[in-house]
């Protein structure tokens, strides 16, 4: 069944349905890595986004039980160079296109995704819509120019009531802005004992649970979306030790007095180098994100720049200079991705534990 996308720009590219049949529209970004697309596809932080993949044959080896980042995907669609109708790996349970179909996701498939890529390169962000060869592109061109992307894409998936996910060890609040499972992954490994609360809990609710630390998650959108979670950073600045990964970072950033923009084309892959201001140290990382801290914003907070990216020199990691709090851009619990930022959770854990003894060592005093 032939479809067609269609970008704001007034593109239109013609190739082979799979996935839902539904239309969809979205903000088309492209993402690099090679591998790693049921990690991608369920990734919270692609809500309200069509996902074009430049590796060219994606689907290859299935999908797996594993390797869910969220149960429900809020990506709005998928295009690819070449989608693989019958997968082959030990693990697979379904393929590629069951899997869209199952969850009313719309895939296009023969798109020449280089030449997209190149386009959204050039032309930054567009959006975009899958929908059938029927369609009259100027219509959908017209309805795409007068459209709004929809604020708050966070409340569509953050949890709407807290949980726990029990463990023996710290007590951790995380905080879901739209969180990937490999940040609750993590901290599990680490036998934290989390509570998992909605990205409008106050600050007040959060320190009534008595947390050891907090950690602020990924999530879909523009951070100034959510004023509500920029008060309770504020609240809680200081008094509990903060960990924030790359929507919790923009949060963070603009709770301390700092600014956030746009890309033009944003970051997506799992090969993003990173430099550690403070070591010299270059990690490969795996990224999301289409919004950055902006880096002139930093002078003047209390806030320390600790990490740039190598590729744009964008700022990739802060840390408070008298709170125990740090942030990053990147991702370190990978999934997708390489694992050299791994490390970042042990260092929350340390921050965890030092706070912990100074608060003893206080009480005694
Ligand atoms: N992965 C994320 O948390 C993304 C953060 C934010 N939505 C951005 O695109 O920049």
Known sequence: MKKQLILEDGTVFVGEGFGSETATIGEVVFNTGMTGYQEILSDPSYCGQIVTLTYPLIGNYGINRDDFESISPAVRGLVVKENAEYPSNWRSELSLDAYLKMKDIPGIAGIDTRKLTKIIRKHGTLKGSICGIDENPQEIIAALESRTLPNNQVMEVSTKTAYPSPGRGHRVVLVDFGLKHGILRELNDRNCDV?????????????????????????????????????????????????????????????CGANTEKMKFGHRGS??????????????????????????????????????????????????????????????????????????????????KAEKKEAVTNAKA
Do not use: W
């Open 195 to 255: 509570v998992v609360v909605p990205y409008n809990t106050t600050a007040q609710e959060i320190l009534s649970l008595s947390p050891d630390g907090i950690m602020l998650s990924n999530g879909p959108g523009d951070p100034k979306d959510v004023p509500e979670a920029i008060e309770m950073i504020q609240g809680l600045l200081g008094k509990v030790p903060l960990f924030g990964i790359c929507l919790g970072h923009q949060l963070f950033a603009l709770a």
């Open 271 to 352: 090969n993003h180098p990173v430099k550690d201001l403070r070591t010299g140290k270059v990690a490969m990382t795996s990224q999301n994100h289409g919004y950055t801290v902006t880096e002139d914003s930093v002078a003047g907070t209390e806030l320390e720049v600790t990490h740039i990216a190598l590729n744009d020199g964008t700022v990739e990691g802060l840390a408070h200079k008298t709170a125990a709090a740090f942030t990053v851009q990147y991702h370190p619990e990978a999934s997708p991705g390489p694992e050299d930022a791994n490390g970042l959770f042990n260092q929350f854990i340390e921050l965890v």
